[in-house]
């Protein structure tokens, strides 16, 4: 079956620590997403790449960090710089700018 | 930059019945696209209606039917014969043909009553 899958499901991050949440696309798409979304909120994009080695930031960059060296993998860094990274990530992605953006099952990360 | 207004945080509606949920967005482009998107409480976000805005006629999926009206950048989803699975929380998002990213309402949450 064709998708995006995002692992894990749920992560735990200590004070200092940085994480990493992976993201892994099946369906041949050029764009990938990374968005968060807070509680009772909408989504926000953190960063974004629409072709392999090249990422541009989005909305709330800041504390976090991407590489994207195969078109099926985007992962996303949350680094201790981050100091309020319990959210829902979402990742997502889209065969180019005119098509439908496809999400992931989503990452909920929590700090101990 | 683009916004996203859904101005009512909360809906319900009766199963059976019909229920339209607000979006208004603000763009200077005249080229872009529309989504309304249902997370229900897994949080998988899923893709409802998609609606180009090239298109004078309102996007239809079975029981969700949109009302574009672009000229006064409304955007709303109809609902029609509600059902309990219909219940979750709904995202309008608008998209421009040019830029890459979706850019999100606060959200609507849905309940449906049996």
């Known amino acids: 079956d064709g998708g995006i899958t995002q692992s894990p499901k749920y992560l735990f991050r200590k004070e200092g620590q940085n994480v990493t949440l992976s993201c892994e696309q099946n369906l041949n798409h050029d764009a990938m997403y990374w968005y968060r979304q807070d509680p009772g909120q909408g989504l926000r994009l953190i960063y974004y790449s629409q072709i392999v080695n090249d990422f541009q930031k989005g909305d709330i960059a800041e504390g976090y960090s991407v590489s994207r060296e195969k078109k099926e993998s985007f992962p996303l860094t949350v680094t201790s710089a981050q100091k309020n990274p319990t959210a829902f990530y979402l990742c997502?992605?889209?065969?180019?700018?005119?098509?439908?953006?496809?999400f992931g099952a989503g990452t909920r990360l929590s700090v101990l | 930059a683009q916004t996203v207004t859904q101005s009512q945080p909360e809906m319900s509606v009766q199963e059976a019945e019909t229920v339209t949920l607000s979006c208004t967005y603000d763009t200077s482009e005249s080229d872009y696209y529309l989504f309304w998107y249902k997370q229900p409480p897994s949080r998988q976000m899923i893709l409802v209606i998609r609606?180009?805005?090239?298109?004078?006629q309102n996007a239809t999926e079975n029981r969700f039917s949109v009302n574009f009206q672009k000229a006064a950048k409304s955007f709303s989803l109809k609902i029609s014969d509600s059902q309990l699975g219909d219940a979750a929380m709904y995202f309008c998002a608008y998209r421009s043909a040019k830029g890459n990213k979706l850019v999100f309402g606060a959200g609507t949450i849905l309940r449906v009553k049996s």
């Open positions: 609606q180009e805005a090239y298109k004078q």
């Open positions: 997502a992605s889209s065969i180019s700018p005119r098509g439908s953006v496809h």
